[in-house]
């Protein structure tokens, strides 16, 4: 019951308890949604990992089966670790995961159905032949091999998958090649690598159209497409756009993604994976969201890690990043809307949004802003973070900081803050977005790390628009139309339940306008 659970989400997926992280081998088989996910079927912390299954109609409602992977070969007896599923030729998916085996190795397994005309893939068959794939000398054995992407098919009829791996510091996708997905061969080079990245997580890969929103399968290429190329390290999920040469098997980025710079979200989001959804013909990310409590909190709770909403993901008409957006299924759930006409937010201003669940909702608000002349000057280039984290929410400029206030307690002693900031650099306009938690929570043992990213508008052609996804202890921001993300997890003591309050505000001396307010209540999906 929420007053005993005020931060479980309603609407953001997670099994009925205990620990998850990296979501595996979502795909969408039989009309039904398929999302596994690491998963401790035994306490509210990493271990004992096994595949847990969910599956949905609609990527909003989610029914929890029995794991469909677990511990059973020599060849995974010490855990099974992150995968892909694959549809073979005939609709026919097979999962590659990583198996810990007995020596504490990481190797690649294969799991194919039991029975094919069960919806639920309820029951899965492991290869007798496992492990399919184990690594040389080359690649560092013991510990770092892990997580095969989805497969390819090439011209030549031969599939191809990557593994997450590094030599010395240099982290790398490992390609795999394969006639008949069984009998798997290292090709020479890894199909991209990096220095000083260090270990490749859950590593991904897959042809995004250059026009348009919609997705394509994974083995298409073409001029048609260009390539994106991501993968997870140092906590965060970072991508590259360019292309892929099928003849040499290798991955070129574009001008510009030279280095893992770009980030699926700027907040908390880890070991992503995306699936082409042949239903809806669109390319769909579902990330790990992580607690930002302490271990002892989890445990109290009896659960920890959410997979943020899925996403539909493309490439922005400038070709120059992707733009991610909650998919239109969420939009179900909204209701009792709350719409303000527009107006002005004056300087200092504090503007209330009554009539929706401040815990439990979903927020869309447009700024414009009129006077750039007064944008604050930026002489350094700076990690927009460390930005964001030295101009909080309180520190005022000409323009900005204004946004929303979610979580806020009455009196204003708990609230995390989204909102937007605008710089001249360079004699350009530069649009900050951060998400500030220094202030969510009286419970300093929570992590309140402040996050930022530049958002890719031109402030003065654009509106400024934000979307927030509120969840008990979520807050999923989309900034300049899903350019850029940012997730944060926040615990509130005092603002819960019914206690809480949303506000939108402007910080800075300017005024701006609101030229678009919409709010809703979220119902409660049906998760479990
Ligand atoms: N989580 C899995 C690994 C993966 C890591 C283990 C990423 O396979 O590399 O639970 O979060």
Redesign the pocket.
């Known amino acids: 019951d929420s007053n005993d659970q005020p931060y479980r989400t309603a609407y953001h997926f997670q099994p009925p308890k205990n620990w998850i ?2 979501p595996n081998g979502p795909m969408r088989y039989g009309g039904l949604y398929h999302l596994f996910y ?1 998963y401790n079927p035994q306490a509210a912390v ?1 271990g004992n ?1 096994v595949w847990g299954h969910s599956v949905s109609k609609d990527l909003v409602n989610w029914t929890t089966l029995d794991p469909a992977i677990f511990p059973s070969q020599p060849s995974d007896i010490k855990g099974c ?2 995968g892909s599923t694959t549809l073979l030729p005939g609709n026919k998916p097979a999962i590659l995961y ?1 198996g810990i085996d007995s020596m504490g190795h990481q190797v690649q397994n294969l799991a194919k159905p039991k029975n094919l005309s069960d919806p639920f893939l309820k029951e899965w068959v492991k290869f007798p032949q496992n492990p399919l794939m184990a690594a040389t000398s080359d690649n560092n054995i013991e510990s770092d091999f ?2 095969p992407t989805t497969a390819w098919l090439g011209q030549d009829g031969h599939w191809r998958v990557l593994v ?1 791996s590094k030599r010395r510091t240099r982290g790398m996708a490992l390609l795999y090649r394969s006639k008949d997905f069984v009998n798997w061969v290292q090709a020479k080079h890894p199909l991209y690598s990096t220095k000083d990245s260090g270990m490749w ?2 590593p991904d890969f897959f042809p995004v159209l250059k026009n348009g929103q919609l997705g394509v399968d994974t083995s298409v290429n073409g001029d048609h497409v260009r390539h994106v190329l991501k993968a ?1 390290m140092k906590s965060q999920d970072y991508y590259m756009i360019g292309s892929y040469n099928a003849a040499k098997d290798v991955f070129l980025p574009d001008k510009g993604f030279d280095e893992f710079v770009s980030r699926y979200d700027y907040g908390k989001y ?2 992503s994976k995306s699936f082409f959804d042949d239903g809806k013909k669109r390319r769909v990310l579902f990330g790990w969201v992580d607690e930002s409590s302490i271990e002892a909190d989890d445990i109290k709770k009896g659960w920890s890690g959410i997979i943020g909403i899925p996403r539909a993901m493309w490439v922005h008409d400038s070709g120059k990043q992707l733009v991610q957006w909650p998919v239109v299924e969420i939009e179900e759930l909204r209701t009792n809307p709350v719409n303000l006409p527009p107006q002005v937010l004056k300087g200092g201003q504090l503007l209330q949004i009554n009539g929706v669940t401040a815990t439990q909702a979903d927020v869309e608000i447009s700024f414009e802003v009129s006077k750039l002349i007064e944008a604050e000057v930026l002489d350094n280039w700076t990690d927009p973070k460390i930005l964001c984290s030295q101009k909080g929410s309180s520190i005022k400029s000409e323009l900005g900081p204004f946004g929303l206030l979610v979580f806020a307690s009455e009196g204003l002693q708990e609230f995390t803050s989204v909102f937007f900031r605008i710089f001249k650099y360079q004699n350009k306009n530069l649009v900050l977005l951060c998400s500030d938690q220094s202030r969510s929570s009286l419970n300093k043992n929570n992590d309140l790390t402040t996050y930022g990213a530049f958002v890719d508008v031109e402030p003065l052609h654009e509106k400024l628009s934000l979307r927030t996804l509120i969840d008990h202890s979520v807050v999923e921001s989309f900034g300049g139309e899903g350019r850029a993300c940012i997730t944060a997890r926040v615990y509130p003591t005092l603002a819960i339940n019914d206690k809480a309050q949303l506000y939108a505000f402007n910080n800075g001396t300017s005024d701006v306008n609101i030229t678009r307010l919409s709010a809703w209540s979220m119902k409660k999906a049906q998760i479990n």
């Open positions: 992280n990296d690491q990493w990992i670790w992150s990583t892990r997580d997450g997580e859950c997870s880890y070991a």
